[in-house]
């Protein structure tokens, strides 16, 4: 193995200690940063990230709140909850755990977010926002895709970024924080032609797609910067991304694995963004 592997539970867990040590220091000054986590239904993985959240937010010293509603909650409310938690002192971020059940528009409830306690960075005001480049809130998972960037000591200035993926949640405003850090950024999606061309000229390829080790390590340029957002099961169960990590990491500079990459730093990233909402409200 060629790459050098960047360590996402060593990273966060680093992040989460220098918060800790913020959040010690605002409770000193009467400042207590809550997070309201919202989960609707028994969906087995939105279990898994709603512990890990609140375990986190007892690592930083973060209050938290759960509210786990059944599935056949209704959407008015859901909108009665968040209105409410908009309104609670204690609470500086709320953060409704994805996928909601059918019956309930996401849309309708994100927006119904206050803007200043998106931790999430999901409502149109904290997106536009991103766009022009004065946040307060940056969506968790491409923060933290930078911020492993920047663990393999790579200069995003001027580079060739490609990413694999456009969703509102990693892949847009993935593009955006690497423009704003003045990438050369390139954009694929399940229409985009010739992938493996444009890919092979990433200098930093950040692959957020959904589908178990697409990338090869023909798709790589030799010694790029390598992210694997994915989060997939392959064909005998185990967690996997979307690169496939044995070859390429023979191939890459860099590279994140799965588990161990992005999923910590996704979670590291709320923690940031839930002390920096309770300094803004
Ligand atoms: P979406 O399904 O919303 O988006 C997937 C994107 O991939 C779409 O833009 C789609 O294109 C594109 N795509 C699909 N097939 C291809 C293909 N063959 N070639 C090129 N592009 C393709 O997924 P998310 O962005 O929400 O998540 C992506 C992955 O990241 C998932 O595995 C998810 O589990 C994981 N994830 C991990 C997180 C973490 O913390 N580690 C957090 C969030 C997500 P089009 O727009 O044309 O349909």
Redesign the pocket.
């Known amino acids: 193995m060629t790459a050098k592997i960047l360590d996402g539970k060593m990273v966060s867990a680093r992040i989460k200690n220098e918060l800790a040590e913020e959040v010690k220091q605002l409770k000193e000054k009467g400042v207590q940063p809550g997070l309201a986590v919202i989960i609707v239904g028994n969906d087995p993985a939105s279990r898994v990230y709603v512990n890990n959240k609140k375990k986190a937010c007892a690592e930083v010293g973060i209050y938290s709140e759960e509210y786990a509603l059944p599935e056949e909650t209704t959407q008015q409310e859901l909108l009665d909850l968040v209105e409410k938690l908009n309104k609670d002192n204690r609470i500086s971020g709320i953060l409704v755990q994805l996928p909601l059940p059918k019956h309930i528009e996401e849309k309708t409830v994100l927006y119904a977010i206050d803007p200043k306690k998106d931790v999430d960075a999901f409502h149109p005001v904290n997106v536009g926002r991103i766009m022009i480049g004065d946040f307060d809130f940056v969506p968790c998972?491409p923060a933290?895709v930078m911020e492993l960037i920047k663990e393999s000591g790579i200069e995003v200035s001027g580079k060739n970024c490609v990413v694999?993926?456009?969703?509102n949640?990693?892949?847009k405003p993935q593009a955006m924080l690497l423009l704003h850090q003045n990438g050369t950024v390139t954009v694929?999606?399940?229409?985009?032609q010739n992938?493996s061309e444009i890919t092979k000229k990433a200098d930093i390829l950040v692959a957020?797609?959904?589908?178990a080790k697409?990338v090869t390590a023909d798709m790589v340029k030799p010694g790029a910067v390598v992210i694997d957002?994915?989060?997939?099961r392959d064909e005998n169960g185990k967690l996997c991304g979307?690169v496939k990590f044995d070859e390429a990491s023979e191939i890459a500079g860099a590279i994140t694995p799965v588990p161990g990459g992005?999923?910590p730093m996704?979670i590291a990233m709320l923690m940031r963004n839930t002390v920096k909402a309770a300094l803004i409200s």
Do not use: F, Q, Y
């Open positions: 998972t933290g694999i993926g456009r969703s949640i990693v892949g694929c999606h399940s229409k985009t992938l957020a797609v959904g589908k697409m957002v994915g989060m997939n979307d992005v999923g996704t």
